[in-house]
């Protein structure tokens, strides 16, 4: 008997709350853990720990020198989607655990400003208190007006849904890569243009001074200078020096697409990657990237500034905007890819997780799957992220793995494989010279550093940047767990995952830190870090002098970069302290029109000064911005004045499909949804172009529409049987009928029946309204055919009767079928006129699973040695054939036409392997002499 | 408006207007050929195939192209390119004894009045000659005396470089219809109602000239002759356009037997063996003669004759075997018999004995009345000709193959994979037998999954 409760548990989440959970306690080692929420009532998918937001989305931020830690914006960019969510606060959560933007532009061991080459940061981090959890990417873009040249920003995916972080993380880290190489490479360009726009004006500077030093020598020539001349000569020397410091940034930033060919090919491929992408996407003609240093070549169109000597300390400069900093192409490409992501990561975990495991299980099939799959979009998306993770040595997601995430899923990548496919990888050097020395020294450091120290270090960190005791906690990083020992869990968590793994992690974290971040992990660079060194320095460890205090091995490696430079440059340091900041402060000046207040530099997160006690302020340049004020007004009045608990559910409704109701958990609805969304966010960003990832929704209705019909077919026509017989064993299927789009759409309804011969198309051919011919058998095997009256339909008729041994027929308006005589098992099964099924894409399941498992049997009837070669030279073809026979019939269970169905999709099996390159070789018209039977209603 | 549909699902469509013919149901046991390739390259119609090796084939047609095949996969390997006009004939041609490549060469001769000699295996055109004054109609290649000869208004005689070592006079307008070669230097020619006697003189010591000398004519064909074939060593068969069939003695070229009239329904013998089979003029004409070691078949008209060469008279016959002329057929292992037609169709029979209670002739025509397909109940037939002269064999349709929709010019059969068909719908078919296309499929899957380590042996 159902209680009330039951049913009240959909409608109310408290009554059911009040509910006691009385069952006897089982002993701790027996027990399950329970649903991690259960203690706050609630179905699965309820709304977890009260996020404010709706559904996930992503959020990129920048730490601000002005104005501290401040959201940019979001994607979907949707007041609707994060609700009253708190952007701002975090942010300022999000920038603080970014221990890496420590690392100034001017470290004290070398003479000169130098960039730092550093690897993005990716950190998890939860913030229970909002019932946020969030993947934070960490990256640093340069600016030469900014503080160091470099402007801390991060991309965060925000979730409510702790696993789905946790379980994605690889996923997650992959894509986001992708969109901060866009990023990266966009901002190195601009940067170089910058640059040299800037040499352009310090060059002119100079001359002019020279002309005004030489003026004022020729004036007075009593043998000495007067102050006056002196003080021309110092801002000459001061100009002289900027423009050497600046042509070594300019040779710098240039370098760094060679340094990283040099340094790992996997990394240049990555690139690449992103580059094609890029390039693809980008509407306009983009530049080639692989001729990267044109990019850094000048715009003559540049007419040089005189810079004053003296320039004044200005807060009230205007710092350039997200898009300002990348080349405008660059941005756009990565907003596509941040969408792109935002898709992809859309919907409830166990959604994501079937999908994926449904994905890796179908590329395991590699055999077999042309047959019945959909599969150009499973083939682009493996492709990608094979591309997209390649220094694993293991793919992300081996098959056995996936099929053990099944019951339990576990969180990330198995620690154990991660650290090995780590230690695989060589490390990256940047010149050939001084390698020796350079790993020695890396080799040396790392091993003298010490677990815990590391994780001591990590929580100064932390603690530093971190003014408040708020409720975030460090629940793990990446390296330190692996060399944790795993026993250590005395403590449980607030939130006990099943696995034993997180646990351990977290906690270990959390007691030593005793702060309330909640860091969950970190995975600092790309996996080319060894794991102790990773913690000790995660900002940037194939980059230059970023370790600036370890500058045994920093320095070492500068000097075998370029050995003339480097002297000269120490000289011109010990000479003037540096000021190129200051000077470069004073170019961007004219934006006066900032009501931002004007705040304290803001140092690096790691000085401890109010920088979080700073509200973070609101972007207002209206006039430069295009999605970033779009988005920030859009945020605001939400936080602002809109009223707290927004039924986030009602809202979204892949979120409702998510939540209340299993029942509609189907493809369809979710096709439906999903492609309303992308279409509405294609007409809010149309910058963002929306054909970069075409598949999905498109596909997914049409899957939804052809199961319908042919549903619809098996229910109205007694003979969808043998007419379905024909499709399965290649005997072509010509559907004869005057309208267009009846027959259009009985043949899109019956093509899901339709054995591919590769992996491209299937054969069906629509619709034609010329006689057929014998070719076309050849090639289709199902064709809509128009009737036409007869005088001039004669000829098509004459043909379908010439070569009725080929095809069968099916006249839609006759509602008549012509084929042969089907006494199988196996059809019923899979179109039971009197199935329960009511849904198209159920039903579209239901007869994938079914050819899958038809698959299995013609891949086990084709690769079974001998069943097809004789065993011995003696045995004759009859006794093979008898083989065969009796396999098909005992082993595989096939009774009458069924073996022609298998023996059918064995043929092409056998034709798809053995081809050498797929596509090429036609296939050939393989037919039966078998009399056809007339079927009517 | 679908009458075919409705009218039951078991007989073809030819069916439909009532006729003559033999045919044979969907089911069809004994057809070996269950896969077919569809060959697409001529723009024209295909008239010619000839055999490379064992595994290539030439097409050629009123395209002037020649292609070279891929028997066993259907892969075009070759197009050769070089007549204007369609091609008339095309032969192999043995290999240069002094040329160091063993390549495969062939001999084409085309309406545009050149000759080029091509390599199969580069596609080079090896030579070519364009010094005639008519188009050729036949060449031969004489191995014996490495030369070859070309048959057009006038037969000339060339060498395997292709230089003319010498020419008969002016013959005829109409031309050489086809040549063969008879012991002692001889050649036969066929020159409308003529059977010409040439033969060839090699240098010797008193002339370093070649010279070819007509030696007889022999008139005893009453029409054109069409067909004419070395059948073995002591005798060679000649057809013509009223359905006379001679057969000569190679050596002292006289009439051995002639079957001169096959228009009579009843066949009888008179003293010359005159077997008259035929009832209308226009159905009469013999396109084409196979043979094997006992027998002659020929394509008469719509119908096939077996002419047994040591009971000199016809065994078996089939009046109707297509709706239309039969231009070529093929004999096959295991007795069988392959036939092509204007109608488009190609016919798979069988030579069977007949059984002692059918020892009657049946007029063919009749069985169709007793539902298709039922041929092997002809037993029960009633008798209606006298038993001395009924045939002792007969002509069994085993199989049908559909596929071309135009008149199928010629065959080509292949041992070891299939037959291959070309016609004037410009398409190539190859018909496979599916069965060992699949074991040989397998084959090719083990081996490749053996290369790829991927075989393990069952425990």
């Known amino acids: ?937 | 408006m679908l009458r075919w549909l409705i009218g039951g699902g078991r007989e073809p469509q030819g069916l439909a207007e009532k006729s003559p013919l033999q045919t044979i149901g969907e089911e069809q046991t004994q057809n070996p050929y269950t896969e077919l390739l569809v060959l697409k390259a001529h723009h024209d119609i295909v008239r010619f195939l000839v055999q490379l090796d064992e595994y290539r084939f030439a097409s050629a047609g009123d395209d002037g192209i020649v292609v070279v095949w891929n028997a066993q996969t259907g892969e075009k390997l070759l197009e050769l390119n070089g007549h204007t006009q369609k091609i008339t004939a095309l032969i192999t041609f043995p290999s240069l004894e002094a040329c160091e490549e063993k390549n495969q060469l062939i001999l084409t001769t085309s309406a545009d009045r050149t000759v080029i000699l091509w390599d199969c295996d580069t596609g080079r055109q090896v030579r070519k000659v364009s010094c005639f004054q008519s188009t050729i109609k036949c060449l031969i290649v004489l191995q014996r005396l490495d030369v070859w000869l070309s048959g057009g208004n006038d037969l000339c005689v060339w060498n395997q470089k292709l230089d003319l070592l010498c020419k008969t006079g002016h013959l005829s307008d109409t031309g050489i219809s086809a040549l063969i070669e008879i012991p002692k230097n001889c050649v036969v020619a066929a020159v409308g109602k003529e059977l010409i006697i040439f033969r060839l003189v090699a240098p010797t010591e008193e002339s370093l000239e070649w010279d070819i000398l007509e030696i007889k004519r022999l008139l005893d064909h009453q029409d054109n002759i069409l067909s004419l074939v070395n059948v073995n060593d002591v005798s060679f068969v000649t057809g013509s356009h009223v359905g006379e069939m001679i057969i000569w003695d190679i050596l002292d070229w006289t009439v051995q037997a002639c079957e001169c009239s096959f228009w009579d329904p009843s066949p009888q013998l008179d003293t010359q063996q005159e077997i008259k089979l035929c009832q209308k003029p226009d159905d009469i004409s013999i396109h084409h003669f196979t043979w094997d070691e006992e027998n002659v078949f020929a394509a008469v008209g719509r119908g096939l004759y077996v002419y047994n060469l040591h009971m000199k008279r016809v065994i078996a016959c089939q009046k109707s075997a297509h709706d239309s002329n039969v231009l070529h057929i093929a004999k096959l292992p295991n007795r069988q018999l392959i036939s092509c037609s204007e109608d488009g169709s190609v016919r798979i029979w069988e030579l069977r004995e007949k059984q002692q209670l059918a020892a009657e002739p049946v007029p063919t025509g009749f069985f169709n009345m007793w539902g298709f397909g039922r041929v092997n109940k002809q037993a029960s037939q009633p008798v209606k000709k006298q038993q001395e002269n009924s045939p002792p064999c007969s002509l069994e349709l085993i199989g049908d193959l559909i596929g071309h929709s135009s008149s199928v010019e010629m065959l080509l059969y292949f041992e070891d994979h299939g037959l291959v068909t070309c016609s004037a719908d410009h398409l190539i078919i190859l018909w496979k037998n599916g069965e060992r296309e699949s074991g040989l499929r397998s084959l090719k899957l083990f081996q490749k999954l053996e290369e790829n380590g991927g075989l393990y042996l069952a425990v």
């Open chain 1, 1 to 937: 008997m159902i209680s009330a409760p039951d049913v009240v548990a959909f409608t109310k989440e408290e009554e059911y709350e009040k509910e006691p959970y009385n069952e006897p306690a089982l002993p701790e080692e027996y027990s399950v853990p329970l649903f991690p929420f259960a203690s706050q009532g609630a179905n699965p998918w309820s709304k977890l720990s009260g996020a404010k937001f709706s559904r996930d989305f992503i959020l990129i931020s920048e730490f601000s020198e002005q104005v501290g830690p401040q959201p940019l914006l979001t994607i979907p960019n949707d007041i609707k989607v994060f609700g009253t969510f708190d952007l701002n606060y975090f942010s300022l959560r999000i920038m603080s655990v970014d221990y890496q933007a420590s690392f100034v532009g001017h470290p004290p061991g070398s003479a000169y400003p130098k960039l730092n080459f550093v690897e993005d940061s990716k950190v998890v981090l939860g913030d229970s208190k909002e019932g946020a959890f969030a993947y934070v990417h960490h990256l640093t873009l340069y600016d030469l007006e900014a503080r160091g040249f470099v402007r801390p920003f991060c991309m965060a995916y925000i979730s409510a849904d702790q696993h789905k972080i946790m379980q994605q993380f690889q996923e997650l880290s992959a894509e986001f890569s992708k969109a901060s190489e866009c990023l990266k490479t966009g901002n190195r360009k601009a940067f170089a243009g910058e640059l040299e726009k800037k040499l352009k004006d310090l060059d002119y500077t100079r001359t002019v001074l020279h002309t005004e030093t030489e003026i004022q020598k020729k004036a007075n020539d009593k043998g000495f200078y007067s102050s006056q001349a002196i003080e021309k000569a110092n801002e000459l020397a001061s100009v002289e020096k900027s423009i050497i410091e600046h042509q070594d940034l300019l040779k710098q930033i240039r370098s760094y697409p060679h340094r990283k060919l040099k340094g790992s090919p996997l990394c240049s491929g990555e690139t690449e990657h992103t580059q094609d992408q890029a390039s693809q996407a980008a509407t306009t003609s983009n530049p080639d990237e692989s001729a990267d240093t044109d990019l850094y070549t000048c715009r003559p169109a540049y007419t040089p500034k005189l810079i004053k000597a003296k320039s004044t300390k200005c807060f009230d400069k205007k710092l350039k905007t997200l898009e300002e900093l990348c080349d405008t192409e660059y941005f756009t490409q990565t907003l596509a890819q941040l969408s792109h992501i935002e898709h992809m990561f859309r919907g409830d975990l166990c959604y994501l997780l079937t999908s994926q495991i449904d994905r890796a299980l179908l590329k395991q099939q590699h055999i077999t799957n042309f047959l019945f799959e959909d599969f150009v979009e499973v083939d682009d998306r493996v492709a990608e992220k094979q591309e997209s993770a390649p220094p694993r040595p293991v793919p992300g997601r081996p098959p056995s793995r996936s099929l053990e995430e099944c019951p339990i899923p576990q969180v990330l990548v198995s620690v154990g494989s991660y650290k090995s496919s780590v230690e695989s990888v060589p490390i990256k050097m940047e010149q050939e010279l001084g390698d020796e020395e350079y790993r020695e020294a890396e080799v040396t450091e790392s091993s003298s550093f010490d677990p815990q120290e590391n994780l001591d270090y990590l929580d100064m960190d932390m603690k530093g940047s971190i003014s408040s005791g708020e409720s975030i906690e460090v629940l793990g990083t990446e390296k330190s767990t692996a060399v944790l020992p795993k026993s250590d869990s005395q403590a449980s968590l607030t939130v006990p995952l099943s696995p034993q793994v997180v646990r351990s992690k977290a906690v270990s974290h959390r007691t030593i830190s005793e702060d309330s971040i909640e860091v969950l992990s970190t995975c600092p660079s790309e996996a080319l870090i060894p794991d102790d060194f990773k913690a000790s320095c995660p900002s940037a460890i194939n980059e230059e002098e970023s370790y600036a205090d370890d500058s045994e091995g920093a320095i070492h490696f500068q000097a075998s970069v370029s050995p003339p430079e480097l002297g000269e440059a120490e000289e011109g340091s010990l000479e003037t302290p540096p000021s190129q900041i200051d000077s470069s402060c004073c170019i961007g000046k004219e934006s006066d029109s900032l009501r931002v207040p004007l705040s304290p530099p803001a140092h690096t997160p790691s000085e401890q000064d109010g920088v979080v006690s700073i509200p973070p302020q609101r972007y207002r340049q209206k006039d430069q911005g295009f999605r970033v004020d779009f988005a920030v007004e859009n945020a605001s009045p939400s936080r602002d004045n809109s009223p707290e608990g927004f039924p986030a559910d009602e809202l979204d409704p892949n979120r409702l499909l998510a939540s209340r109701d299993v029942s509609k958990t189907s493809l369809d609805n979710y096709s439906d949804t999903t492609s309303n969304m992308s279409s509405v966010a294609s007409t809010s960003s149309d910058r963002t172009p929306s054909s970069a990832h075409p598949t999905g929704p498109s596909s997914e209705r049409h899957k939804k529409r052809a199961g319908q019909n042919a549903l619809k077919f098996i229910r109205q026509y007694p003979f969808a049987h043998p007419a379905i017989y024909s499709l399965l064993s290649g005997r072509t299927l010509v559907v004869l009928g005057e309208d267009e789009a009846v027959v259009r759409k009985l043949v899109t309804a019956l093509s899901i029946f339709v054995p591919s011969h590769s992996h491209f198309a299937k054969p069906v051919k629509h619709w034609v309204s010329s006689p057929l011919h014998i070719t076309d058998f050849q090639k289709w095997k199902l064709i809509g055919l128009q009737r036409v009256a007869p005088p001039a339909g004669a000829g098509a008729l004459h043909t379908l009767g010439r070569y009725s041994r080929y095809t069968s027929v099916l006249d839609l308006d006759s509602k008549a079928l012509r084929c042969p005589l089907y006494r199988g098992a196996l059809v019923p099964r899979l179109a039971d006129h009197r199935t329960q099924i009511k849904r198209g894409s159920t039903y579209y399941l239901h007869v994938q699973s079914t050819l899958t498992q038809l698959c299995s049997k013609a891949f086990l009837y084709a690769f079974c040695h001998h069943l097809h070669l004789p065993a011995h030279d003696k045995e004759t073809r009859e006794v093979v054939a008898g083989r065969q026979a009796s396999f098909l019939k005992l082993n595989l269970g096939l009774v009458n036409e069924d073996v022609k169905v298998v023996q059918y999709l064995a043929e092409l099996l056998k034709l798809h392997y053995t081809q050498e390159a797929p596509g090429t070789s036609q296939p050939t018209l393989r037919f039966d002499y078998v009399p056809s039977f007339l079927y009517k209603i």
